[in-house]
């Protein structure tokens, strides 16, 4: 005689759990390394990281407050990085990069004389976001005052350009869904613009000919009848 279980539907439930279970991990896992990189690019690609974030909040994909302290606590952390860099290791920065050491001895006396400013404009100083941290490191600037002060300028910046994003959501939405109908023009004018680039840097910086060595410095080989 062929006994039949009682009911089914648990067995049938245990076996469609698992996927739903498997693919609500892999969704967490993808938001969680998505606020991840969100903080790690923010100290690279600047305003662009808490834009997208806010971007992505706005359409429900990501949390705004998490956005907010992604980005915010990513590019805090890259500050107190190059405060220790220029504490610790100043000499060998200036030695190592000579146009990174002129800027930070030219910032040592505005760090010095403005301590809590210099750690606030650490986030709003727009080119000099690598060398004032820096510079704040060479002049000893005290570290409860910068990890305060760096501190509440990243979450204010964080907050502000996230909020940006969220408010411009839909025009963002419209701007990507027109760049979209011009993808491949737009893709062609940025590999023509890296090339003009290239090419300009590389006639800048490529050595003088021989002739103008020979002339300027008097020196080169000997002519000999």
Partial sequence: ?????????????????????????????????????????????EEAAPLVGGFAAHEHHLGFVRVVLACGIGVWAAGVGLYALGRWRSKWVRRRFRRVGRYVTRLLVFVRRHPWRSAFAVRFAFGARIVLPIACGAARLRIPIFLIGSAIASLVWSLLFATLGWLFGETALLVI?????????????????????????????????LIEQTETTGSGPAITD
């Fill in 1 to 45: 005689m062929l006994l039949l279980p009682a009911s089914p539907f648990p067995v049938s439930r245990a076996i469609d759990s698992s996927p739903m279970e498997s693919h609500t991990l892999l969704s967490h896992l993808a938001e969680a390394w998505a606020y991840v990189t969100l903080g790690a690019s923010g100290i690279i690609t």
């Fill in 177 to 209: 869904g027109h760049i979209r109908r011009y993808e491949d023009e737009f893709a062609g004018f940025l590999v023509a613009a890296v090339v003009v680039v290239a090419v300009i840097l590389y006639q800048r910086h490529r050595p003088p000919p």
